[in-house]
């Protein structure tokens, strides 16, 4: 059946027509837009080939159904009438994509089926020359007769060289147990290479995964939080616990280095490593509410001998009033501060850079939701940026104001970074009316008028200017979603967008970023 009906001739796709230069750095090019006839979303743009490109849809209009397809798109990125059902919607159980990535002319998805009693792995392999379905098997089976099956640990990642491809889960134990995790490691055929078992150091329910990733010489490393007694919600709440770093190696968790926080919220620790191979951990702490930011937080440990140095840094009056013009509230602030009752809420940690020079650059959003009469109100507001010199010296700190704020939908909220050279572009739904803005009252991007796609570039001293790259006009009613993108090379950056208000129209959108 065919899904897709242009609404615009196809000669045009991309073409000299579509394209403008926004300024001298960035030009932009615009898809076709067509029409997908059922309620379905990609979730993830996979990657492209000389045959086209391809994206993995769900099913709803969240994508929050069971159901997954891989499309296939022609290189003009019009919809190519060709697709692959990877997961059907009368699957029983709860499906889970935990990975899906190209490998020269194949795909490897990877993902769980839970129900009650146990937790299966499987892969499928799609060929992309003659664009099939080549493989589909199951990877293993945890079972489990007490229903703790939900509280086991798994994660996809691939090495960084991208010749390997690690699956690691952790076998469900009752409360106090030690468990353990599983490791298995397969080649880009996904022919398995080993597998290896590592005990969990301590009790399972005192301890949790917070990151899964490699040194620079290709070993997985593990950052856990180590709770200083049984982990319950309300005592995750609590600051009774530490960062713990691991090598996994030769069937053990080697341990690197412990981080304690002292007495303070320290809900996300961000990786870097510098030129000399030394890992940084920085993140935003708070003092009284693990919902909010007072400083921030840097740990730099030589990976060989575990020594650790760490520094923090809280927030002056500066910072909180970066984007206040009304000097009543400036004085209630600097009130507050002295008593040491003030903490920007809602903040979370997003990402972290290495930036020339072995400077750090830290970034957080301020994030919630408001839920009142079955309506949910999601809220993606302002930026805060953090930059460090390789010691944890505070180079400078500023706020970029940004409101997304949109009813029972957040996928058309947050931003996207590019880290270009010495300077940081963020990319994300916007208000022209915003453009000069500083201080004092932010429109909201999805207002009637003044809707737009904005890159904010943030130059290497913590100065910045929005410029605009798209009106929704030019989009033709079109919105971004910032998360589902995907670099088509070292400059091209390929973005997707919908129709809120009729998300079957849909399009695609090329940013390139000029040397």
């Known amino acids: 059946m065919n899904r897709f009906l242009l609404f615009s001739f196809l000669f045009y796709a991309f073409s000299p027509v579509h394209a403008q230069e926004k300024t001298q750095n960035i030009e932009i090019r615009y898809g076709n837009v067509f029409k997908n006839d059922e309620r379905e979303i990609p979730t993830d743009i996979i990657g492209h080939d000389k045959n086209g490109y391809y994206l993995l849809y769900s099913g709803g209009r969240f994508g929050q159904k069971k159901n997954k397809s891989i499309r296939k798109f022609s290189p003009d990125l019009v919809p190519a009438g060709e697709e692959i059902d990877l997961i059907p919607e009368n699957q029983e159980g709860e499906s889970q994509t935990l990975g899906i990535a190209q490998f020269d002319d194949k795909i490897i998805h990877v993902w769980s089926l839970t129900t009650e009693s146990s937790k299966q792995f499987y892969y499928q392999l799609v060929n992309l020359d003659n664009f099939s379905l080549e493989e589909s098997a199951l990877i293993t089976e945890i079972k489990d007769e007490e229903s703790y099956i939900h509280q086991a640990y798994n994660s996809f990642i691939i090495s960084p060289d991208r010749s390997r491809i690690f699956l690691l889960y952790s076998m469900p134990v009752k409360k106090g147990l030690k468990a353990k995790l599983h490791l298995k490691v397969f080649d880009t055929g996904f022919r398995e290479i080993n597998t290896e078992e590592y005990g969990i150091p301590v009790p399972d329910d005192q301890f949790s995964i917070q990151d899964l990733f490699f040194s620079e010489e290709g070993e997985p490393m593990i950052l856990a939080k180590k709770f200083d007694s049984p982990r319950t919600l309300k005592e995750d709440r609590k600051k009774g616990y530490q960062y713990m770093l691991y090598r996994l190696k030769e069937g053990q968790f080697q341990q690197i280095a412990s981080i304690p926080i002292g007495d303070k919220h320290l809900r996300i620790l961000e990786h870097v490593f510098l ?10 702490y708070s003092v009284k509410n693990m919902y909010a930011i007072s400083g921030v937080y840097f740990s730099r440990i030589d990976l060989k001998t575990g020594k650790t140095t760490t520094k923090e840094h809280s927030f002056d009056e500066t910072f909180y009033t970066k984007l ?32 020339p020079g072995d400077h750090i650059l830290l970034m957080a959003e301020q994030i919630h939701t408001f839920t009142q009469n079955f309506v949910t109100r999601f809220f993606h507001e302002n930026l805060a940026l953090v930059k460090l010199d390789s010691k944890g010296n505070l180079a400078w700190s500023n706020q970029i104001a940004k409101k997304n704020i949109k009813t ?55 100065t910045y200017k929005r410029q605009v790259l798209a009106t929704r006009e030019e989009m033709e009613g079109i919105t971004i979603r910032p998360s589902l993108a995907n670099w088509i090379n070292e400059n091209t950056l390929l973005l997707f967008g919908q129709d809120i208000d009729n998300l079957k129209n849909q399009r695609f959108l090329k940013i390139i970023f000029k040397p």
Do not use: C, W
């Open 275 to 284: 030129s000399d191979g030394s890992l940084v951990l920085t993140g935003f």
């Open 324 to 355: 206040i013009d009304n000097d009543k509230k400036k004085a209630r602030i600097s009130k507050r501060l002295k008593k040491g009752k003030l903490e920007a809420p809602f903040y979370l940690m997003r990402n972290s850079f290495r930036m």
């Open 408 to 462: 029972n939908v957040g996928i058309y909220s947050s931003y996207y970074p590019v880290k270009r050279n010495d300077d940081l572009f963020l990319l994300y739904n916007g208000n022209t009316a915003n453009l000069g803005h500083r201080t004092g009252h932010v429109a909201n991007s999805f207002a009637q008028n003044g809707r737009a796609f904005i890159a904010t570039e943030v130059k290497n001293d913590g």
